[in-house]
Structures are given as structure tokens and as C-alpha cells.
Antibody, heavy 117, light 107 residues
Framework: QVQLQQSGAELAKPGTSVKLSCKAS????????IYWVKQRPGQGLEWIGY????????YYSEKFKGKATFTADTSSSTAYMLLGSLTPEDSAYYFC??????????WGQGTLVTVSS | DIQMTQSPSFLSASVGDRVTINCKAS??????LNWYQQKLGEAPKLLIY???NLQTGIPSRFSGSGSETDYTLTISSLQPEDVATYFC?????????FGAGTKLELK
């Protein structure tokens, strides 16, 4: 079955970077987009963008250009999101997701990023 | 970007009630509208895709309708396990955008 396993919680200082991972299993990794979504605790969802592991193509929402960078390692079926120049406003849960006949039919469990000095 | 206005923000209803949640898009999204359920501490779960298609495994008490700019999620008979926050998502154009969410509680 399709599974997306995300990396553990991160505690980072302002101005630094964190790299989150999303390991896929149960399907051909290069055949489906991986999407990333942000959710601040108790708040709504923000669509960050996506990567297509088949060719490395990416799309970023304007708000996240320069903040997020997507990569994918096809040898390990793992997608990554690098978040740079962290500020407290980046403290949030970050989810990866995949299509499955419909947009975002499958979701990872989420990774909590806390930015604090 | 397309703005999604979701209403109400909070909803309190009793078991067995019919519940409706609405999303209004700032422009025609041609039925490219999904609904998600998120329970506390969990990832969102897809309920309905492309306005009115029930995702596999989702109970038939959930249904969706709408067209152009106005869309509705209906729970025909509220169950205790439906307590959650519900989000709509338009995927007509990039960037895809979510509604702000509706928190559904039991009365």
C-alpha cells in the first residue's frame, strides 16, 4: 500500500535551515508528484508546491519561493524539502502528499518544525 | 491566486443532524474542488474529489455538490466520529489554495 513516512520533529534556530524528508513506499516513486503543505498549529493549510521525481521538475507557490527547495532521490524513493533562513513564522507542521486518482489522496504523518532561539 | 472563502468557521450540531459546509471561490474553478477531513493530531484525509466524487472507503453520508464558484460538503446524518475540521481545496489553477477550515463540534 502507498505510504509516505516523514522525518521526525526539528528544533532549529532563527536564520538556519532544516531539511525534511518524505520516504515513499508501495508504488513507483518516479510516476507521481509529491506535494508539500504547511500548517501552523491550530490554523489552516497552505499549499507550498510540488516536485515530480520523474524529471525533477518543481513548482513553488510565490509565497514560498526562496524559502523552500524541493529535491528527490530516486535511489531511495525519498523527497526532501529544504527550508532556509528560518524565522518563527516558519514554525509549523509540514506535510508531504501524493495523488492517487485525486489530488492529495495520500498524506504523510507530518513533521513539526519549531524555530526558536 | 484564487481565494477560497469557507463558511462557517465553526459549527455545532447534534448526532443525526444534516450538516452543510460551503466554499466560495473568487473565480470559476470548474468543479476542481476537493474536501478533506482533519482530526486532531492527524494528517488530512481526502473525502470528496472533483466536487462530488466520494473517495474509496469514505461513508456515503458524505457528499459534495456545486459548480462554478460555489461548492458544498454535506454530511447527511452527523456521527460522533465526524468531529473534525474540514477544508476545501481548489486545484483548478496554481497555486492550489485551501479554504480556512470549518471546525465541527457536537452539540
Amino acid at each position: 500500500q502507498v505510504q509516505l513516512q516523514q522525518s521526525g520533529a526539528e528544533l532549529a534556530k532563527p536564520g538556519t535551515s532544516v531539511k525534511l524528508s518524505c520516504k515513499a513506499s508501495g508504488y513507483t516513486f518516479t510516476s507521481y508528484y509529491i506535494y508539500w503543505v504547511k500548517q501552523r498549529p491550530g490554523q489552516g493549510l497552505e499549499w507550498i508546491g510540488y516536485i515530480y521525481p520523474g524529471n525533477g521538475g518543481t513548482y513553488y507557490s510565490e509565497k514560498f519561493k526562496g524559502k523552500a527547495t524541493f529535491t528527490a532521490d530516486t535511489s531511495s524513493s525519498t523527497a526532501y524539502m529544504l527550508l532556509g533562513s528560518l524565522t518563527p513564522e516558519d514554525s509549523a507542521y509540514y506535510f508531504c502528499g501524493r495523488d492517487g486518482g485525486a489530488l492529495l489522496a495520500y498524506w504523510g504523518q507530518g513533521t513539526l518544525v519549531t524555530v526558536s532561539s | 491566486d484564487i481565494q477560497m472563502t469557507q463558511s462557517p468557521s465553526f459549527l455545532s450540531a447534534s448526532v443525526g443532524d444534516r450538516v452543510t459546509i460551503n466554499c466560495k471561490a473568487s473565480q470559476n474553478i470548474n468543479k476542481y474542488l476537493n474536501w478533506y477531513q482533519q482530526k486532531l493530531g492527524e494528517a488530512p484525509k481526502l473525502l470528496i474529489y472533483n466536487t462530488n466524487n466520494l473517495q474509496t472507503g469514505i461513508p456515503s453520508r458524505f457528499s459534495g455538490s456545486g459548480s462554478e464558484t460555489d461548492y458544498t460538503l454535506t454530511i447527511s446524518s452527523l456521527q460522533p466520529e465526524d468531529v473534525a475540521t474540514y477544508f476545501c481545496l481548489q486545484h483548478s489553477s496554481r497555486p492550489n489554495t485551501f479554504g480556512a477550515g470549518t471546525k465541527l463540534e457536537l452539540k
